[in-house]
């Protein structure tokens, strides 16, 4: 039997040809895709600003180690702290996200405000990634899926590129309620809230000669501590569930889910009741009558 000629490297199937690495228009295509992609999710400049942001708070922290900050910016950081979380909590989760509850104009814009100094991006597009949250938790259609780690459910997703659905009658659910005030908010949310986050608080601890420890503790310190907790809700208030755990409304569930984080409750002014609040989305109420860390509901049962 004859041998068989040795095939000529151009005969091979393109299968079968050695790959070439990728490098120069090819990364760059890819790159651009990839920032293309979270430009059209919305959460691009968030992403960008994230470290940025960081090392604001951290030079704050700094300030603070080193004594630095008076008293009345310390407590001003401290005071602002509910205030901003207050308005997340309250306002764009209980309110624009869920609608369980009615709030009067002059409230809607007090809480858009308290939002603005929370400083976590538009309004409509908080609530409308809340709703996909809701919609689909810990699946692989969540977009901050429990599942795939407590880093990326923590703050690893605000840097995906993945893309993720709302049925239209959730997303008109959500965004059909938005009043003017959310929109105001969302047209200009990328000077305003900055200027509330940051702004505000310089021009308040200015009035006691301290504009630098305003904008670094009260300011960029107190939004890093604000918008980490609000991240746990998504990290420590899902994941395995605590077998026999007396807190738990849902004592049958098993496997990574939402659960209760009695820290994040504390932190969180009451959100960390979160396997009640996935089962009773549409209660303003983060629990049931057991708890007494229920900040936002307490709040709204006075106001009433
Ligand atoms: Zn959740
Ligand atoms: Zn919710």
Known sequence: MEPQPRPLRHDWPPAM???????????????????????????????LGLPLRHLLAIYGLRLCCTGQVPWRTGLL??????????????????????????????????????????????????????AMHHAASDTRFDPHDRNA???????????????????TREYRRVVDRLSPIVKFHDSCSIWWDPLWSHGVPAALAALWGDPRGGFFVAGALRWMIVQHITFAVNSMAHGDQEEGNAYAFDQDSSGIGP????LVSLLALGEGWHDYHHIFPWDYAAADAQLNLDEAAALWSSSR
């Not at 760059?28 to 919305?42: A, D, F, K, L, T």
Request: hydrophobic letters at 50%; glycine letters at 10%.
């Open 77 to 130: 950081a401290v005071a602002l702290w509910p205030f901003s979380g207050l308005g997340v909590t309250a306002g764009a989760h209980r309110l624009w996200t869920h609608h369980s509850y009615v709030a009067s104009s002059a409230m809607e814009a007090l809480l858009m405000v308290m939002f603005s100094m929370a400083d976590q991006g538009p309004i409509e597009g908080w609530a409308l990634t809340h």
């Open 259 to 262: 659960k209760v984080s009695l």
């Open 149 to 167: 780690g407590f880093w990326y459910a923590h703050v690893g997703w605000l840097f995906s590129a993945m893309k993720f659905r709302l049925a």
């Open 17 to 47: 040809r050695p790959k070439k690495k990728k490098h120069g228009p090819g990364a760059v295509r890819r790159m651009m895709s990839y920032v293309w992609q979270m430009w059209s999710n919305g959460i691009l400049l968030q992403a």
